[in-house]
């Protein structure tokens, strides 16, 4: 659990004869992590005399099919019969509908996918070009819908603008009359305008007139965007009762369209997705023969497994080839890059991975901190917040995250399982520091700022009367935290047997926090009195701690020593937060009690309104600000002590499904 889970390098020769049943059993149990022997090893294949395998033929023909499923899944997924909204679709979200199946082969697989697209794919697809010929035809006809509502007011026929065999007519619209009239001044045209109504800024609707070989420049333009109507012929209310009547004849040809494809989607998905998912996991099982190497009779297989299964592994290899195997086992390098890695964790703590994978994972031989890391965050993030109002609602809302929305989803479930635990830390956090949605129950309820509940005396911390107390927590957290990182180390190093870089790099920072702590107090901070031998003994520690210190970086070691103070004094960010939480928070009660007090009648009802926004506002920004603060130190301070990460998750070969599930 320290570290992560031991590893075996493992090879399977089998013959050719059972390939297609091995790797089907190996796709199915997930123990085998496949790698490409092409890329990973590619001298094996000369050293060997042995060649790249290539995939099987039906694997196109499997790509084809997906491909083909796809489109069609793709142009009925937006046509989906009306669902309920609002919070009861929130928590009450609608589940995957799984399809039993049974094994089939691939060509019944594949014949089965043909069936089903003869009868849908033609109509499917010529529903879904009609409905983009019919979005085209009424975007065209809103836009002359719009220019013809403009020219409702001018008794000419649409046929008239354009040339004719003596004249130019063109319709418009300008913003400056005036601007226009000015660029055509010397211009034999006539203009005339309407003023566009309904608008906040004026506008004019305009119809210029002049000779067919008048040259109106191109000045006026500057002021005038012209209509684009196409060939149209009638007075512009008849056009536009004829394109609204279209209009309505379009969208009711959608909807027909949309009921029908509705329909279709209600009847055909689940199969659809069912058939695409067991078309897509035999095009993996088609596709993965490109990852091995082959000779006339027999193919080599690569790859990676937990030693903990090395025995089930060798059971289902020979079970699926009937002995016709061999499988070989062998331990990764003394410094290996490229095993890959799994975190072995128990249930309760598999959410803490969530913060190793937005950073990075450990290498093989370095140390798991998951669970060191959540515990560190929980606390941090809880002091920062230091809210019992705030951490009640984070732990309603990630209690409803769980239990609901959690069966849906792993990635709700397991950041609503943290959320829990932040919630519920930061409720402790509140009370003991006084603190529920600021003073509001002192400012509005009791009216005793040093009193929270009646039964409770003055409560033990008060973070804004009290911060030099809450800034001693802080540094004595951030210096646990910091050496439980340099223990870290100093254990992972011990376990690698590098016991030069223990004397260098860990042991040094024990004498010098000692020796040199004992010094500051004494001299700097006048914390206590040192006795001559005590002075003597604190003296030595630190040289000892200055000297291991040089014997790894030099004449940098010095910038060492004031960056471990600059990190230890990042940890008073804890007190900054929270200070900045619970003054956020009393300011916006201040606000709503004085905004009450001077307007009575409109403060008992904006009183309420003005606390949740605010407050809700405050939650949001601190909680934000409490989760970054604390993945910081966890990154920046804790990590610079142990930590370097880079490592690759273990993928085994495994099936996926999320629409079907096999019959047992």
């Known amino acids: 659990m320290l570290f992560p889970s031991r590893m075996k390098k493992t090879s399977l020769i089998t013959h050719a004869k059972y390939l297609d049943q091995l790797v089907t059993s190996l796709h199915e149990s997930g123990l085998m992590q496949i790698t490409d022997i092409h890329r990973e090893t590619p ?37 989906v019969a009306k669902q309920r909204g609002g919070m009861k679709s929130l928590l009450h979200p609608k589940t995957v509908e799984k399809k039993q199946v049974k094994p089939h082969s691939v060509q019944t697989l594949l014949k089965n996918a043909s069936v089903l697209l003869n009868k849908l794919e033609e109509r499917v697809v010529a529903s879904d070009e009609k409905m983009n010929e019919l979005d085209t ?30 004249l130019q007519i063109k319709a418009g619209i300008t913003p400056d009359i005036l601007g226009l009239q000015d660029a055509l001044k010397n211009v034999d045209v006539e203009i005339l305008s309407r003023e566009k109504k309904k608008k906040k800024e004026k506008e004019w609707i305009v119809i210029l007139l002049a000779h067919r070989e008048t040259d109106l420049g191109k000045t006026y333009k500057q002021f005038f965007e012209e209509f684009t109507l196409g060939q149209m012929w009638g007075k512009p209310i ?88 061999e499988c070989l086992f062998s331990d990764p390098s003394a410094n ?18 969530t913060f190793l994978n937005l950073f990075a994972l450990p290498r093989y031989n370095e140390i798991n901190p998951s669970i060191l890391m959540g515990i560190s965050f929980i606390i941090f993030f809880a002091i920062m917040l230091g809210d019992a109002g705030y951490g009640l609602l984070i732990l309603i809302l990630s209690l409803v995250g769980y239990l609901r ?63 030099v107390t809450i800034l001693l927590i802080s540094l004595i957290l951030g210096l646990a935290h910091l050496n439980i990182g340099i223990l870290l180390g100093l254990y992972q190093n011990i376990k690698h047997k590098l016991f030069r870089d223990v004397i260098k790099k860990q042991i040094p920072w024990f004498f010098l926090q000692i020796g040199g702590g004992a010094l500051v107090g004494y001299t700097m901070l006048h914390l ?27 004449a940098l070691s010095f910038f060492d020593v004031t960056g471990f103070v600059g990190d230890w004094l990042s940890y008073t960010r804890l007190l900054a937060l929270g200070l900045a939480t619970a003054g956020m928070a009393l300011a916006f009660n201040i606000v709503a009690d004085v905004f009450s007090q001077i307007i009575p009648v409109i403060g008992v009802i904006f009183l309420p309104i003005i606390l949740v926004v605010a407050h809700f506002a405050n939650f949001i920004l601190q909680s934000l600000g409490a989760a970054i603060h604390s993945l910081r130190l966890q990154y920046v301070e804790f990590f610079n002590r142990f930590y370097e990460g880079g490592g690759r998750e273990f993928s085994p070969f495994k099936i996926k499904r999320k629409y079907t599930e096999v019959k047992k």
């Open 405 to 467: 929305l959690g069966k849906h989803s792993t990635f709700i479930k397991e950041w609503s399982f943290i959320g829990i635990w932040l919630g519920i830390s930061t409720t402790i956090a509140g009370f003991m520091f006084n603190g529920f949605f600021g003073d509001f129950i002192p400012r509005f309820i009791y009216g005793d700022p040093k009193m929270l509940l009646y039964t409770w005396g003055p409560l033990p911390i008060d973070a804004l009367h009290k911060p």
């Open 238 to 325: 008849a056009l536009l009762q004829s394109h609204q009547s279209d209009k309505k004849k379009i969208i009711q040809e959608k909807k027909d369209i949309v009921s029908s494809l509705q329909n279709l989607h209600g009847t055909y998905i689940t199969d659809l997705l069912a058939l695409r998912e067991e078309i897509t996991l035999e095009k993996i099982r088609k596709e993965t023969p490109m990852k091995f190497a082959k000779t006339h009779q027999t193919y080599l297989i690569d790859g990676w497994v937990l030693a903990r299964d090395i025995a089930p592994l060798q059971n289902l290899v020979n079970r699926s080839t009937h002995q016709y195997s």
């Open 43 to 79: 001298k094996r294949l000369q050293e060997n005399n042995i060649e790249k395998a290539s995939m099987e033929p039906e694997a196109g023909e499997c790509a084809t099919y997906e491909l083909r499923l796809t489109r069609i899944i793709k142009i009925l997924s937006p046509f």
């Open 336 to 353: 290996p890059d490229d095993v890959p890695i799994h975190l072995g964790m128990p249930p309760w703590a598999q959410p803490f991975k």
């Open 137 to 166: 035809r009424l975007k065209g006809l809103d836009e002359d819908i719009n220019t013809l509502k403009l020219l409702l007011s001018f008794d000419l026929d649409c046929a008239w603008l354009g040339e004719s065999q003596y």
């Open 528 to 554: 206590w009195n040192l006795s001559t031998l005590a002075l003597g003994i604190a003296g030595l520690f630190t040289g000892i701690g200055l000297l291991g210190r040089v014997m790894n970086s030099g």
